[in-house]
T-cell receptor, first 113, second 108 residues
Framework: DVKVTQSSRYLVKRTGEKVFLECVQD?????MFWYRQDPGLGLRLIYF???????EKGDIPEGYSVSREKKERFSLILESASTNQTSMYLC????????????FGDGTRLSIL | AQRVTQPEKLLSVFKGAPVELKCNYS??????LFWYVQYSRQRLQLLLR??SRESIKGFTADLNKGETSFHLKKPFAQEEDSAMYYC??????????FGPGTSLSVIP
């Protein structure tokens, strides 16, 4: 069974801090994704990666960056956290083949004070 | 532009009644479409995908390319179907985008 693990379930940080959210998957999936989930807005894609050191911007990349140094790990970085980045962050992974579904982590609820 | 819309934020039905959750998409290429479900306090998980033409937990969804729709249907709603449902589109470049979601509440 695929396991996608996000390092923290809850995180509280202060405005201006640099924040790291980590995600690890154990199924050798090529593609990994970061979303933020907000009521009424659903899941919005921040960044995704289809290979090590490769990344693509999603629909809302501003204020975020990502890192994929190893295939199993995909990090989301908030360069200078702001209150409007308070949200639930979801990581997902999938095989890079047709019709493969995404597997999600439990999410990290991030609060920026 | 690629886009997924789900017109209903909230949908309430009585137990045993039919349910339809609407999904429309905008994409010029050949789409892959999925329905995901999130039950209370659980992680988001796949419900079904269009290519499989399967029925999962009594739910079915048919891709209508002419209407660019992928509506989710179930003939008889159960209380355990109460959850958040998301329609998702995967593009040719492996980008996956989601709709805003529909919260389904099944009234006993």
């Amino acid at each position: 069974d695929v396991k996608v693990t996000q390092s923290s379930r809850y995180l509280v940080k202060r405005t201006g801090e640099k924040v790291f959210l980590e995600c690890v998957q154990d199924m050798d999936h090529e593609n990994m994704f970061w979303y933020r989930q907000d009521p009424g807005l659903g899941l919005r894609l921040i960044y995704f990666s289809y290979d090590v050191k490769m990344k693509e911007k999603g629909d809302i990349p501003e204020g975020y960056s990502v890192s994929r140094e190893k295939k199993e790990r995909f990090s989301l970085i908030l360069e200078s956290a702001s209150t409007n980045q308070t949200s639930m962050y979801l990581c997902a992974s999938t095989l890079g083949r047709i019709n493969q579904p995404q597997h999600f982590g439990d999410g990290t609820r991030l609060s920026i004070l | 532009a690629q886009r997924v819309t789900q017109p209903e934020k909230l949908l309430s039905v009585f137990k045993g009644a039919p349910v339809e959750l609407k999904c429309n998409y905008s994409y010029s290429g050949s789409p892959e479409l999925f329905w995901y479900v999130q039950y209370s306090r659980q992680r988001l998980q796949l419900l079904l995908r269009h290519i499989s033409r399967e029925s999962i937990k009594g739910f079915t969804a048919d891709l209508n390319k002419g209407e660019t729709s992928f509506h989710l249907k179930k003939p008889f709603a159960q209380e355990e179907d109460s959850a958040m449902y998301y329609c998702a589109l995967k593009t040719s470049y492996d980008k996956v985008i989601f709709g805003p979601g529909t919260s389904l509440s099944v009234i006993p």
